[in-house]
């Protein structure tokens, strides 16, 4: 069994949309792409090289593995060594094919995703790739999310987890924080959510014709 992790940035209101330049994603008319740039520093460079510092698969949505293959090729860098001989899977409907190699198309994410979760093989990481993220949470694909929380927010974007998220608790199995303020947290996902009350046991009558607004 192969374990699917996610990599994700964020801003503080939940966007993950082009963090890292203008050019990424202007869809639904953007302005803010590049918002990740001026918060980087050799704490977050260390934690991405344990992130990918072991032998991984790639499963991207087709703009990142698009944004990823107009760049990592023709990188030079320690990072782009494991990127490049990753095999990379790649999930779209139009993609007729998939130039930067390793790499497979998949047209079915749930079945072909579950598929290779139950084969043999090293880890499966996920970055970026907001809309097939969404399906990879629908279908409760996902063992593990890292998520970099950035202290600004942007306004409108592409969230994280948009509309249609399966409420579930999550338990944080590790944190770090960057010079700049920047929270890189592990989560995995632990169960559905326990609620409770903190009211009184029996209510105030100011409680009582508080609730009785609510339901008029």
Do not use: C
């Not at 990823?68 to 782009?80: S, T």
């Not at 094919?97 to 579950?114: F, H, N, Q, Y």
């Amino acid at each position: 069994m192969r374990r699917l992790v996610t990599n994700t940035f964020v801003t503080l209101d939940g966007v993950m949309q082009a963090p890292g330049g203008p050019e990424e994603d202007p869809s639904g008319g953007f302005t803010l792409g590049g918002w990740s740039f001026n918060y980087w520093d050799d704490t977050m460079g260390g934690v991405m090289d344990d992130f990918m510092g072991k032998p991984f698969d790639l499963l991207l949505g087709r703009k990142t593995y698009e944004i990823f293959a107009a760049h990592w090729p023709h990188a030079e860098g320690e990072e782009a060594g494991p990127l490049n001989a990753a095999h990379k899977y790649v999930a779209s409907r139009t993609l007729e094919r998939a130039g930067w190699k390793p790499s497979t198309l998949i047209r079915d994410v749930p079945r072909e995703v579950a598929d290779l979760k139950n084969g043999d093989g090293p880890e499966i990481q996920v970055h970026g790739s907001a809309d097939l993220i969404q399906t990879l949470l629908e279908h409760e694909l996902i063992d593990e999310m890292h998520v970099w929380t950035f202290p600004l927010v942007v306004g409108p974007g592409k969230r994280l987890f948009a509309d249609g998220t399966i409420p579930r608790n999550l338990r944080v199995s590790g944190t770090t924080i960057s010079s700049t303020g920047v929270v890189m947290a592990t989560y995995e996902f632990a169960g559905a959510i326990q609620t409770g009350s903190f009211a009184l046991d029996t209510p105030t009558e100011a409680e009582v014709l508080r609730r009785q607004k609510l339901d008029s």
